[in-house]
């Protein structure tokens, strides 16, 4: 049995991503895959079972990552402003710094991957944003909202900036680039509707 090479592992991983966001799910291959690394298809079975396994395997790796980047220096007992603040800090600098894998989780947002990826993300992660918002509550920081419309109001705004970034262009295909002072006049706004 041949052994793993960690460096072809990792190339395999990245040029997963290019090639799920360039082509889509859909359009994705195994053969296209050990063609753009420079390896046979049967070196990528020594690391996957098959295409579905490659996909969720890289994707899940690329979930934990968000999510300890995301809760970088994040503490549940900060007052909301700060929280939410340092999630937006947080959120938006990962998705610029790894735009292909931004692209790649909202391909599989709408894929029958989705369950299998986002439920890593959910344990930690989700403890820690409910703990947030349940000790905003009790301070009489924000009122109880469904966690739906709290999510579209919080981030939503910050995701959409960040994406007309990544992409280089906004509405209508005019050229954007994300400043940080458009980010915090954007938070201050969103801070805003959140508040009591």
């Known amino acids: 049995m041949r052994t793993r ?18 082509d889509g799910l859909e359009n994705f291959s195994v ?10 298809v049967a070196t990528l079975y020594i690391y996957y079972k098959d295409k579905d396994d490659l ?9 934990r990552q968000m999510s300890a980047e995301v809760l970088k220096g994040f503490d549940p007992d900060a007052s909301f402003e700060e ?16 735009p292909m894998a931004a692209q790649l989780f ?18 930690d ?9 349940e000790n905003a509550i009790k301070r009489g920081e924000i009122d109880p909202l469904p966690m739906e419309v709290y999510w579209s109001v919080a981030f939503a705004p910050m995701y959409n900036l960040v994406r007309f970034h990544n992409e280089g262009k906004s509405i209508g295909g005019r050229r954007f680039t994300l400043t940080e002072e458009l980010l915090w006049q954007t938070f201050d706004l969103v801070l805003k509707a959140l508040k009591k």
Do not use: P
């Not at 090479?5 to 360039?22: G, P």
């Not at 599989?108 to 890593?120: F, I, M």
């Not at 992660?125 to 918002?133: E, P, Q, R, V, Y």
């Open 55 to 63: 996909i969720v395997k890289v994707a899940v790796e690329g979930a």
């Open 5 to 22: 090479n960690t460096v072809k592992e990792e190339l395999v991983k990245q040029k997963a991503i290019e090639l799920i966001v360039k």
């Open 83 to 98: 929280g939410l603040r340092q999630q937006w800090r947080n959120r938006s600098r990962h998705m610029m710094e790894n």
């Open 31 to 40: 053969n296209k895959l050990a063609k753009a690394c420079g390896i046979s």
């Open 125 to 133: 992660f989700t403890k820690s944003l409910g703990a947030f918002m």
């Open 106 to 123: 909202e391909l599989l947002r709408g894929s029958t991957y989705h369950d299998e990826v986002y439920k890593v993300i959910v344990g």
